[in-house]
């Protein structure tokens, strides 16, 4: 089972911490532990990573989006930055130690004492020929510790791995296509794997300390970013930044560190800027009562879509508008009263509940009217011996334990997974000729020292250093948008996901420390699909549509 945190599971690397949301922690932390406590004894000269960077390596090739075909110049490579500001204004273009600093290059016997940097892996993506002034879009997945081979390989870059909707596909060979959606027709576009993930390398004393974190990963990307504008003189252009899941938070962070560096628009793509409105969490933080009612919606949707509910509603949204009301409302009113709710009371919400989720009202008031991801996961077609999906509810899979209280897996990550895996290394080595006798890795959780935060563990909780209770970027998110007003920010989710639900970033985004009239510079684009909505080609294309549109109306900062 996956350690990631928010946007994937299995290795799709954008997760919530789905094996600690589901108990499983507690026993991975002590075995980790054990790991650190024992000594590595090995014989023969002991493998580094090399001081040098891989060579770049540029290539050509095409693409048709809407007929048009594009040719384009790809650049796979990597850009080393610094763990601080002051370290990494002395390093160059090329990741050396400049040679008027003054400052002794570190000893190339010994790269684990020397300053920690960050070999960050790119794949830019560049129309020939285009004028001067051409929009660029940097985009990364999340996790944290995921690489970004998701939104690489499903969304906006010139070819696409093919997967069957809501279907867990054959194995290989997968099928690798021209990306009728790509966004090469409006920006150029810039893939970026994290620190410690995909092709990018962390190196130096205290390492993991210096990249992995919420404020130490932005400052990170706000150095690539930095370093990427100069060697490509693109420092003149309208810039976007676009994350998915814990990408999201990245960004928000990201915008109100990038001083001076002022954005013409943020897409933000199954957002969670809070973390105690995580569905998979709120058992952990009694008396934050949100979450339950701002993942009933998601319930309802998923609900809908497998026909679990006593009458099935004739359109979907509608009957989403209707239960949205009833979460914040009557729903929301029930959960703060807490033991002071009546059991006549308790009782009426459990049978509407009941209607709402198709969930037994016996099973609803065992649960006191507040049910996880995890749980609903587990219970909405356990009498069919299934698992709905966490990452997209659409997908199901084999229950593997009929005792259990939450899901123990996601359907829908196992459903992709190998698909994207094996088509990112396939292409990168065959098309983009880059990556030889390197590993990618699809995420940081393998690694034993990979922690993200500390916060305190409950008993019988999350380790503390795997949770994300009280962590809260929604006001750098405000602190850019009152520090660059004319900056437009594109929300978009589906209505299918459980991992970051649709009506939780609304719920952020009308929560925004901001003037009411910044509200305008919101737009919101919800799809029927789930976390990953590219999963879904009619999807696709129109969220191609929308991210294309939303550039065009803000590049010349109208």
């Known amino acids: 089972m996956s350690r990631n945190l928010l946007l994937k599971g299995a290795s799709c690397g954008v997760l919530m911490a789905v094996a600690f949301a589901m108990g499983a922690g507690a026993q991975e932390k002590k075995d980790s532990d054990k790991k650190k406590d024992q000594k590595l004894v090995v014989t023969g000269t002991p493998v580094v990573e090399s001081a040098e960077p891989p060579a770049d390596s540029t290539t050509e090739g095409s693409v048709t989006v809407g007929g048009e075909k594009i040719a384009y110049r790809a650049v796979a490579g990597t850009l080393t930055v610094g763990s601080t500001d ?54 990364y997945n999340g996790g944290p510790g995921s690489a970004t081979m998701w939104l690489h390989m499903g969304s906006f870059g010139p070819k696409r791995v093919v997967t069957t909707d809501a279907q867990h596909d054959e194995a290989a060979p997968y099928k690798i296509v021209n990306n009728d959606y790509s966004l090469l027709d409006v920006s150029d576009v810039v893939f970026i794997d994290a620190p410690g993930t995909g092709f990018s390398r962390i190196m130096g004393e205290d390492k993991e300390k210096a990249f992995w974190g919420v404020d130490q990963d932005a400052h990170a990307f706000d150095r690539f970013i930095r370093r990427f504008l100069t060697k490509f003189n693109r420092w003149n252009s309208p810039k976007y930044l676009m994350g998915e899941s814990y990408g999201t938070p990245r960004s928000a962070v990201l915008s109100a560190v990038l001083q001076n560096v002022d954005l013409n628009g943020i897409v933000l793509l199954s957002q969670i800027l809070s973390f105690d409105n995580s569905i998979d969490g709120p058992k ?92 609903f ?29 939450d899901a123990e897996y996601d359907p829908q990550s196992n459903a992709i997974s190998s698909a994207y895996t094996a088509a990112l290394n396939h292409y990168m080595r065959t098309d983009l000729k880059y990556g030889e006798n390197q590993t990618y890795k699809p995420g940081a959780y393998e690694d034993p020292d990979f922690t993200w935060d500390l916060r305190h563990q409950p008993p019988g909780g999350p380790p503390a250093n795997q949770q994300w209770g009280g962590t809260n970027v929604m006001p750098d998110l405000a602190y850019t948008m009152k520090s660059n007003p004319k900056m437009k920010v594109m929300l978009a989710g589906g209505y299918y996901d459980l991992a ?59």
Request: without cysteine; negative net charge.
């Open 86 to 139: 002051s370290q990494d204004a002395m390093l160059g273009l090329d990741g050396k130690m400049l040679p008027d600093t003054g400052v002794k290059a570190p000893d190339p016997e010994k790269p684990e004492e020397a300053t920690a940097t960050a070999r960050m892996f790119y794949v830019a993506y560049f129309k020939k020929d285009a004028p001067a002034g051409r929009p660029v879009t940097f985009l």
């Open 284 to 375: 952990w933080n009694p008396g934050v009562d949100q979450a339950y009612a701002l993942g009933l919606p998601t319930f309802a949707a998923s609900a809908f879509y497998h026909h679990k509910l006593l009458t099935q509603p004739a359109a979907l949204e509608p009957f989403l508008a209707e239960v949205e009301q009833y979460a914040l409302g009557d729903y929301m009113s029930a959960l703060l009263k807490g033991s002071e709710l009546p059991e006549a009371s308790k009782q009426a919400v459990a049978e509407k509940l009941h209607q709402y989720t198709g969930l037994p009202v016996a099973y609803l008031m065992r649960a006191n009217l507040r049910v996880t991801g995890a749980a």
């Open 377 to 405: 996961s587990k219970q909405l077609q356990l009498d069919d011996e299934t698992t709905t999906g966490r990452l997209d509810t659409r997908y199901k899979g084999p229950d593997i334990d009929p005792l259990s209280s």
């Open 500 to 558: 970051t639900p649709y009506f939780e970033g609304k719920f952020e985004m009308h929560h925004l420390q901001i003037p009411q009239k910044l509200q305008a510079n919101i737009s919101y684009h919800y799809y029927q699909s789930g976390h990953m909505v590219y999963v879904n080609e009619d999807v696709l294309k129109q969220f191609h549509a929308d991210v294309a549109a939303f550039i065009r109306g803000t590049e010349d900062g109208k």
